[in-house]
């Protein structure tokens, strides 16, 4: 009996297509009056994510660990467009506190969350099993992608309860597969992909993906050089997710989903099925 498929089968997209094309958000100003909470936002993913919202006019609470890479994003930001409004709050996602401020400080400011991106995240070295590997740096990883999406979620569903709003996590496609020597990071995001769905059901009104950003040369890669090609560009998740939370992929909400996904093909060849099983969710495939 063939293993079943574990990914969708589109044209395989790395970097903005016709289907995640920003520029009609920049135009209509889709998210003017919306605001945006982003963690991981000083670089890569975060930053790319950060200034495709703002474009689309919304409001940005921004949060990482390295203040003066934070300060680079807004500044940046605000160079495109003085009016723009944007705080910026240095913040651990492992630290409750921290995570709790951030989250407050934006609400305060801004008065609510419409989004949140969950975007913070580490990688180590996969190299040899993890019998051979320090345990506690086995367990930092853990509690970075995994806790500190936890912890962002805790503080922001509330708010997103009140505006039927969205919330998307950083996961991976290693969070489907099993590639030997990366239990540290694969655990955490297949983890966070169950989360995401434990979201859909305690918190109906809000829209909730793990979503995978494609091969991005990031932390994950420098830290793992030669492991892989990285084909796809920051670009890629960013358009993803204006795409995703603009309304458009409401249905596809309550699991995973991939960027590198052609999102046009996926609802004109897997809507129907897709809904009918109730999301791409995990499951556990049973011989016949």
Same mark, same amino acid.
């Given at each position: 009996?063939?293993?079943?498929?574990?990914?969708?089968?589109?044209?395989?997209?790395?970097?903005?297509?016709?289907?995640?094309?920003?520029?009609v958000?920049?135009?209509?100003?889709?998210?003017?009056?919306?605001?945006v909470?982003?963690?991981?936002?000083?670089?890569?993913?975060?930053?790319?994510?950060?200034l495709?919202?703002?474009?689309?006019?919304?409001?940005?609470?921004?949060?990482?660990?390295?203040?003066?890479?934070?300060e680079?994003?807004?500044?940046?930001?605000?160079?495109?467009?003085p009016?723009?409004?944007?705080?910026?709050?240095?913040?651990?996602?492992?630290?409750?506190e921290?995570?709790q401020?951030a989250? =407050?400080?934006?609400?305060?400011?801004f008065g609510?969350? *419409?989004?949140v991106?969950?975007? #913070?995240g580490?990688?180590? +070295?996969? &190299?040899?099993?993890?019998?051979a590997t320090?345990?506690?740096?086995w367990?930092?990883?853990?509690?970075i992608?995994?806790?500190?999406v936890?912890n962002v979620?805790?503080?922001?569903?509330p708010?997103?309860?009140?505006t039927n709003?969205y919330?998307?996590?950083?996961?991976?496609k290693?969070?489907?597969?099993?590639?030997?020597?990366?239990?540290?990071?694969?655990?955490?995001k297949?983890?966070?992909?169950?989360?995401i769905?434990?979201?859909?059901?305690e918190?109906?009104?809000?829209k909730?993906?793990?979503i995978?950003?494609?091969?991005?040369?990031?932390g994950?890669? =420098?830290?793992?050089?030669g492991m892989?090609?990285?084909? *796809?560009?920051?670009?890629?998740? #960013?358009?993803?997710?204006l +795409?995703l &939370?603009?309304?458009?992929?409401?249905?596809?909400?309550?699991?995973y989903?991939s960027?590198?996904?052609?999102?046009?093909?996926?609802?004109?060849?897997?809507?129907?099925?897709?809904?009918?099983?109730g999301?791409?969710?995990?499951r556990?495939?049973?011989?016949?």
């Amino acid at each position: 009996m063939p293993a079943p498929a574990e990914d969708l089968t589109t044209t395989e997209r790395n970097d903005i297509y016709p289907g995640i094309d920003p520029t009609v958000h920049y135009k209509n100003q889709t998210y003017k009056g919306k605001v945006v909470f982003i963690t991981g936002a000083n670089r890569g993913i975060g930053e790319a994510t950060a200034l495709f919202y703002a474009r689309a006019g919304a409001t940005l609470g921004l949060a990482a660990r390295d203040p003066s890479l934070l300060e680079a994003v807004k500044a940046q930001i605000l160079k495109e467009n003085p009016a723009a409004q944007v705080a910026t709050f240095p913040t651990d996602v492992k630290s409750v506190e921290q995570v709790q401020a951030a989250i =407050d400080g934006t609400v305060a400011k801004f008065g609510k969350l *419409d989004v949140v991106f969950a975007n #913070a995240g580490v990688a180590d +070295r996969w &190299t040899e099993p993890f019998t051979a590997t320090d345990p506690n740096t086995w367990w930092s990883s853990m509690e970075i992608n995994l806790r500190g999406v936890y912890n962002v979620a805790h503080f922001a569903l509330p708010h997103l309860d009140k505006t039927n709003g969205y919330f998307v996590a950083t996961s991976s496609k290693l969070g489907v597969y099993r590639q030997p020597f990366t239990s540290s990071y694969a655990v955490a995001k297949h983890a966070l992909i169950r989360l995401i769905e434990f979201i859909a059901i305690e918190h109906p009104q809000v829209k909730a993906y793990a979503i995978h950003p494609g091969l991005i040369k990031t932390g994950a890669t =420098d830290a793992n050089p030669g492991m892989w090609d990285c084909p *796809d560009t920051p670009e890629l998740p #960013a358009g993803t997710l204006l +795409r995703l &939370t603009s309304g458009k992929e409401d249905w596809l909400a309550g699991g995973y989903v991939s960027s590198n996904w052609d999102f046009d093909e996926v609802n004109e060849k897997y809507k129907e099925g897709i809904i009918a099983l109730g999301g791409v969710v995990s499951r556990l495939t049973v011989p016949q």
